[in-house]
């Protein structure tokens, strides 16, 4: 089995199943579908397993594998082939996303299984795995776009999934507009890279890029840099563009821990880091990149301490751990950035899927003031939500901390380094421990503030949404051991493996810039990290646990920035001024009165009409019936005509 | 001799006539009368042009015309002879079914 037969293997079962339940979904039963969809999302694991495993005992060894299978576009010196890539990087993230996908597919089955549109959801959720494994495996940029652009239409369906409610709908067109502008920027930034350098293959384009003397064409690849962050920052959530995944929580719950927490939003993040080159060569826009990180990482932090509604608060939570991602990559670790997108994947998704069940015990409450001492009914879904809690919240021994404390590491000590980012990241840190121990006291400790007639409702759900619960709690803890810290020790396996990918970038950018942190060891810096963590877990269960009246008094005093931090510091209002409702005024008063009624449909449509019934109203008086008028046109004809020839010819 | 330009001018206001009673004239009879003015003024026309420029060519296309003068006169009578018989006028302002 050689790997141009089974990359194509790899991408295929999701798009034939999403094809089959879409189709014909509407006649199977329920079983029947989702064992199509669940097939297809398993097959696809089973051949990302097979094709790490075939690439790595390979003896060409680290060596990126890429193979054209046809040609798509040829317009002059524009050449994108379907092409797929295949390179450590690579391997990482499919077998993150098809293990994530499968699980989530399987959870899927018993979650959906009383919700209207069964068919529909999995056909979806199928389609979606296909862009992503392409997004991630294509060999250029504009395949990659293909990705990219399906799995924004896949995001709209789904969180537009139950189209009837308005703030769904509403959602779906949020965020497809929302990252369009991303995507405007990934146009550019691609059409800029492709006039600069004539190729969009990335192969041949990094190897252009590596042999560029430093500084030249500085400017230019500061450009694209910047006009692709805008596209990632679009994607994954960044400031400014970040406003429509907590409002994505709309969707059902499978779809905000598959999409919106583990894959597509950290499709962005997998874009900085394929173009590690790129930024390597433009320091300037990978600073912007770490700074914008690292500050929506503080940013969202703040908004997620106040939120009542579980789900949203962990959008922003999500939001603020894609900041992290960027911040690592932003300072030029970008194994770190990748290992985190690995492990938040796993304890992500699972804080979702639990919050799911949570969700469906409690009737579909979903504020956490209605919540309290729910561990004792939801075992399972208690055990393994605390351990996600643990991990996020950078406990040391759980996967977080591995990759948290890599990326500050490397925001102390790494080649674009600064110390401003490693303390911002501490400190954020340290909030994010804080709101995530919030939520486990208010929803599972404590005393119960459950309404009556969900408590009756309260029960543990079945195997098929805790199975796939107790699999990604047992990766939130190893998937951390991959790469233990030098500070303790170990060697950093996962870093080294990924140093063919980014070896050459992260050099380019060691060599340009020599950066000497003031000397805080690395176990120094571990250790304020876990400090942050402690304090942060510490605040949480106190306040939320054993002394509840503190919060509220708090809230009272500052009620101002309560209410600030509660509203999300008004940005989406801010936006809806700024944006949404001068563009709805311009198409409402102008574009449509105007353009569309008066000037298309009035002069262009009904005026022709009218100018052809006018015309033919004159010209139908010659045709009078008059047989003496008749005889008249005939002879002003011949005279006319005997004018022309006698006299102007 | 008589100069060309008198001949063409009897010519001209032969046809001229023929022009306009054919256009003003209510009874199809008539017009028909009138047609055949117009084509004999045309016919004077040729005729003189031949004698003074001395050859044949004009006489032979009078021949053409009064061949075709006669065919249509016929076939022309022929339908008035039918409109007559069907709508009982001879009036062309009473053949006015075409109208739009």
Known sequence: ?649 | MVPLSHYLALSAILFVLGGAGFIIRRNMISVVMCIELMLNGVNLAFIAFSRFRGNLDGQLFVFFVIVVAAAEAAVGLAIIIAVQRNRDTLDLEDVDSMKL
């Not at chain 1, 990219?148 to 965020?175: H, M, N, P, T």
């Not at chain 1, 692709?228 to 563009?241: D, M, N, R, T, V």
């Not at chain 1, 600073?287 to 009542?308: P, Y």
Request: proline fraction near 4%; glycine fraction near 10%.
């Open chain 1, 1 to 649: 089995m050689n790997l141009e037969v089974l990359l194509p293997l790899l991408l295929l079962p999701p798009l034939v199943g999403a094809a089959v339940n879409g189709i014909y979904g509407r006649r199977f039963s329920q079983g029947m579908v989702s064992l199509i969809a669940c097939a297809s999302a398993g097959l696809s694991m089973l051949v990302a397993i097979l094709v790490a495993w075939t690439y790595s005992t390979t003896s060409t060894g680290p060596a990126p594998f890429s193979h054209s299978y046809f040609t798509w576009i040829q317009a002059g010196d524009l050449r994108a082939d379907v092409a797929l890539y295949y390179d450590r990087l690579t391997l990482v993230m499919t077998l993150t996303v098809t293990v994530v996908a499968f699980l989530i597919h399987l959870y899927s089955r018993g979650y959906m299984e009383h919700e209207g549109g069964y068919y529909r959801f999995f056909s979806y959720l199928n389609l979606f795995l296909f862009m992503m494994l392409t997004l991630i495996t294509a060999a250029n940029y504009p395949l990659m776009f293909v990705g990219w652009e399906g799995v924004g239409l896949c995001s709209y369906l789904l969180i537009g999934f139950y189209f009837r409610k308005q703030s769904a709908s509403d959602a779906g067109k949020k965020a497809f507009i929302v990252t369009r502008i991303g995507d405007a920027g990934f146009t550019v930034g691609v059409a800029l890279l492709f006039w600069t350098f004539k190729t969009l293959d990335f192969q041949t384009v990094f190897a252009r890029i590596g042999e560029l003397p430093p500084g030249q064409y500085a400017g230019t690849l500061t450009a694209i840099g910047l006009a692709i962050f805008l596209g990632a920052a679009g994607k994954s959530a960044q400031l400014p563009l970040y406003v429509w995944l907590p409002d994505a929580m709309e969707g059902p719950t499978p779809v905000s821990a598959l999409i919106h927490a583990a894959t597509m939003v950290t499709a962005g993040v997998y874009l900085v880091a394929r173009s590690s080159i790129l930024y390597a060569h433009a320091p300037k826009a990978l600073a912007v990149v770490g700074v914008v990180g690292g500050l929506t990482a503080l940013f969202a932090s703040t908004i997620a301490l106040a939120q009542n509604d579980l789900k949203r608060m962990l959008a922003y939570s999500t939001i603020s751990q894609l900041g992290y991602m960027f911040l690592g990559c932003g300072v030029g670790v970008f194994a770190a950035g990748i290992f985190h997108l690995m492990t938040h994947a796993f304890f992500k998704s699972l804080l979702f899927l639990a919050a799911g069940s949570v969700m469906h015990a409690m009737n579909g409450e979903l504020d956490m003031r209605k919540m309290g001492g729910l561990r004792h009914k939801l075992r399972i879904t208690h055990a393994t939500f605390f351990i996600a809690t643990l991990a996020i919240s950078g406990v040391p021994m759980f996967a977080g901390f591995f990759s948290k404390d890599e990326i500050l590491a490397g925001a102390y000590e790494g080649p674009l380094g600064q110390t401003w980012l490693y303390w911002l990241g501490t400190l954020t840190a340290g909030l994010t421990a804080f709101y995530m121990f919030r939520a486990l006291c208010l929803t599972f400790w404590g005393k119960s503030r459950v309404e009556p007639e969900t408590a009756h409702h309260l029960h543990e759900s079945g195997f098929k949404m805790t199975g796939p619960l107790l699999a990604l709690a047992f990766l939130s803890i190893v998937g951390g051991y991959v790469s233990w810290p030098r500070a303790l020790g170990g060697g950093e396996a996962f870093d080294r493996y990924l140093e063919p990918v980014f070896g050459p970038a992260e050099e380019a950018l060691r060599n340009a810039h020599v950066h000497n942190p003031e000397g805080l060891s690395g176990g120094a810096l571990m250790t304020f990290s876990v400090l942050a963590a402690c304090i942060g877990i510490g605040l949480g269960i106190w306040w939320y646990w054993k002394s509840i009246d503190t919060p509220r008094k708090l809230a009272q005093r500052f009620a101002g920035l309560h209410e600030v931090l509660i509203h999300k510091y008004y940005i989406d209002e801010f936006y809806n001024w700024l944006i949404v409702h001068p563009i709805h005024i311009l198409s409402e008063k102008f574009l449509w009165r105007v353009v569309d009624q008066g000037a298309i449909d009035g002069v262009l449509v009904n005026g022709a009409g009218e100018v052809s019934t006018e015309v033919g109203g004159v010209l139908r008086r010659i045709q009078s019936g008059n047989i003496r008028s008749y005889a008249a046109w005939v002879l002003l004809g011949a005279v006319l005509w005997l004018l022309y020839v006698l006299v102007i010819h």
